[in-house]
Structure formats: structure tokens, C-alpha cells
Nanobody
Framework: QVQLAEFGGGLVQAGGSLRLSCGAT????????MGWYRQAPGKQRDLVAT??????TTYADSVKGRFTVSWDSANTVYLQMNSLKPDDTAIYYC?????????WGQGTQVTVSS
């Protein structure tokens, strides 16, 4: 089993930056993909960015050019968020995929004030 723990959420003004981190523990040698999703109040959970063990990345159109996902050798995945907008306000969830399926973190709140 894989356990995920997210850190780094908070309150920031529009135009500011935040960096989220997600540490993976447990059966991490079988991880294939890690990524970030977000869910705003009353909305569905949407993809923000993903990264594979080979370093291939995918971004939602709404965050391209502003957010960067990375994965280090300590099995921590990061989401660097720049030029934040009020529309980025949501709970951000870390997700890991292995042969057992999807694993989710508990989420961290990001609030961007205008």
C-alpha cells in the first residue's frame, strides 16, 4: 500500500506563489504516476498536473505556464504554483497510481484572495 501526505497549502494573494509537496511512503517502488488534482466547492475533482516515473508531465490548460510538477529521488512530488488566481482556490489532492490502482492523500486547502 502507498500512503500520501500533502503539505504546503495556505492563503495567498492573487499573483503570489505557493509550493505544495506530497510525500509517498509504503510500497513506493511500484509507483507509475503521481500527480495533483483539485476540487473547488460544488465542483468535481479535476486534474491539475501529473508526472510519470520517466518524467513525462501533463497539465490542465488552465495552469499551463504557471504551475510546475516535479518528482524527486525521495519520492516526493511537488507542485510549484506561480501567478495564482482566485479561480485556483480549491482543495488540492495528491494522487499516486501503481498496479494496485489509485491512492489519494487527504488534501490541502489553497485559498487565493483577490
Amino acid at each position: 500500500q502507498v500512503q500520501l501526505a500533502e503539505f504546503g497549502g495556505g492563503l495567498v494573494q492573487a499573483g503570489g506563489s505557493l509550493r505544495l509537496s506530497c510525500g509517498a511512503t509504503g510500497s513506493i517502488f511500484r509507483l507509475d504516476v503521481m500527480g495533483w488534482y483539485r476540487q473547488a466547492p460544488g465542483k468535481q475533482r479535476d486534474l491539475v498536473a501529473t508526472i510519470t516515473t520517466g518524467g513525462s508531465t501533463t497539465y490542465a490548460d488552465s495552469v499551463k505556464g504557471r504551475f510546475t510538477v516535479s518528482w524527486d529521488s525521495a519520492n516526493t512530488v511537488y507542485l510549484q504554483m506561480n501567478s495564482l488566481k482566485p479561480d485556483d482556490t480549491a482543495i488540492y489532492y495528491c494522487k499516486a497510481i501503481d498496479c494496485d490502482g489509485d491512492h489519494w492523500g487527504q488534501g490541502t486547502q489553497v485559498t487565493v484572495s483577490s
